[in-house]
């Protein structure tokens, strides 16, 4: 492997997370033990039913708990208790109000740290503050503009491999060019580059399918279990990047915008530098972040496209009048495009891909009129939250309209969080965002998807929202 440089970190580092399952499960058991009597209402006895459920079809089981308990409720899963809170002013006050109460990485996201390390989901505090703030110069305009470059590229290029009048995993292709925009725009590497992008890309995909197993398979440790799998993969992962970071290091160019050279060269206000772990480990973060939602919505897009054919008409009357059959540029994607946006906006709602925005609580608080202990694993799940009727009346009708910009702007604070909200939102919010509404673009200036006749579509959660088994489409051309 390639040497790590030995500098000091831009802040001390969080300390490390055991990976010992035995261990996490004392803890859970001892934090709970501890917190005693000040859990909010909601069903307390152990349950196989409800913890299969949580992980096959939770929608059902969080509305109607909130139906019966209101915006804050626990519920026991598995081995301990955990505490849901849903709604605008729950969503408000975990994101933006109160975001002190919490920490991201002693919550189900310290389950991601095997894979992506120190990065941006695991880790909290000032030293998540100092290194958000180092990354920040990163995704402004003039960067997230070059990247467009690639997405362009590489859009055209999947787009002139499908044939009309076939059936196509429009999820499984979505997922192959998310990944490759991700290997030019994040690392910099070319996807077609046996030696690296290529490896890289299919061990990333080998390190990704850990966190998509049941629970209970993953716990396992032994010679050939899928731990042993994501522990290979992550060192050739880790082969690759250490070696890309020692070279770019070493020669400096001032004209590559992909991500990894400009975090080798980023400097905070006082001149701090990100460690090469550091630079690892956010890389592969933004790497998890940005591949598995921009392939998921835009799947989740063409699926209601297909479903809503007025919707489509409507979208392609807009794109023709604006595009003419170009592609489009990002001030036209950011500006010009209103309905896009609409539409991108109500499959997020419908879709959110980080579904859930899981926390521990490192103070006690109140909320609601009930206690949640230090300790307490709690979640906000913007899933949920995005069809309470109240907030969104026929929540599961697809309505782009209902996100005019002053219908929006008047929903209540916390409404609508698909990227988060405060200090701590998406960092590659605009990244993913033009990356969904180019290749949508794109993909209907030439192009159809119908749904095929008696198949249903079934969502499931982990890592994040995608359709169970992938999303078969019947391509034809545009009419």
């Known amino acids: 492997m390639a040497t790590v440089d030995s500098s000091a970190p831009i802040a001390e580092r969080p300390p490390r997370m055991s990976a010992n399952p035995v261990k996490r499960v004392a803890d859970d058991l001892a934090a709970e033990w501890r917190g005693r009597g000040s859990y909010p209402p909601g069903p307390s006895d152990f349950s196989f039913a409800r913890t299969k459920q949580m992980a096959r079809d939770p929608l059902p089981l969080l509305l109607g708990a909130y139906e019966e308990f209101g915006p804050i409720f626990s519920m026991r899963l598995l081995h301990t208790r955990v505490i849901f809170m849903l709604g605008p002013e729950a969503n408000n006050f975990v994101t933006v109000g109160h975001p002190e109460n919490f920490h991201w990485r002693e919550s189900s996201f310290g389950d991601l ?19 958000r703030a180092i990354m920040l110069p990163a995704f402004h305009r003039e960067q997230v503009e070059a990247s467009t470059a690639a ?35 994040l690392l910099g590497l070319d996807p077609d580059d046996g030696g690296k992008g290529a490896v890289a890309a299919e061990n990333f995909e080998e390190a990704l399918g850990f966190f998509g197993i049941d629970f209970a398979l993953r716990l396992l440790r032994g010679p050939g279990s899928p731990w042993r799998r994501l522990m290979a993969a992550r ?102 495009l209103p309905y896009l946006d609409m539409v991108v906006d109500e499959v997020l709602r419908l879709y959110p891909p980080a579904w859930i925005g899981p926390r521990r609580a490192v103070r006690d608080f109140e909320f609601g009129g009930y206690s949640v202990p230090r300790g307490a694993y709690v979640n906000y ?60 673009t794109m993909f209907l200036q030439r192009l159809r998807a119908d749904a095929l006749p008696g198949r249903t579509m079934t969502v499931r959660q982990m890592p994040t929202l995608s359709p169970r088994g992938g999303l078969q489409m019947r391509l034809r051309p545009r009419g």
């Open 381 to 440: 799940v913007s899933w949920a939250s995005h069809r309470i009727p109240e907030v969104f009346p026929e929540p599961e009708a697809f309505v782009p309209e209902r996100f005019t910009r002053e219908r929006k702007a008047a929903l209540p604070r916390g409404a609508y969080v698909p990227f988060g909200g405060g200090q701590r939102v998406c960092i590659g919010k605009r990244f993913g965002q033009l990356e969904v509404k180019l290749v949508t």
């Open 151 to 185: 997405m362009t590229a590489e859009a055209g290029a999947a787009l002139a491999d499908l044939r009309p009048d076939t059936v196509v995993d429009v999820y499984a292709w979505m997922r192959r060019l998310a990944m490759r925009i991700a290997m030019r725009a």
């Open 235 to 336: 060192a050739v992962l880790d082969q690759i990047v250490f070696t890309e970071i020692a070279r770019r290091r070493g020669a400096p160019d001032s004209g590559r915008r992909d991500i990894l050279s400009l975090l080798v060269e980023a400097r905070g206000e006082a001149g701090e530098r990100f460690t090469d772990t550091e630079i690892r480990d956010q890389v592969m973060t933004l790497m998890f972040a940005g591949h598995d939602t921009s392939t998921s919505t835009v799947t989740f897009a063409l699926y209601e496209l297909a479903h809503h054919p007025d919707v489509l008409e409507r979208l392609c009357e807009e794109q023709d009048r604006v595009l003419g059959g170009e592609a489009p540029t990002i001030d036209q994607l950011e500006r010009e």
């Open 113 to 131: 740290i095997p894979l992506l390390g120190d990065g941006l989901l695991t880790i909290d505090d000032d030293y998540h503050d100092r290194a």
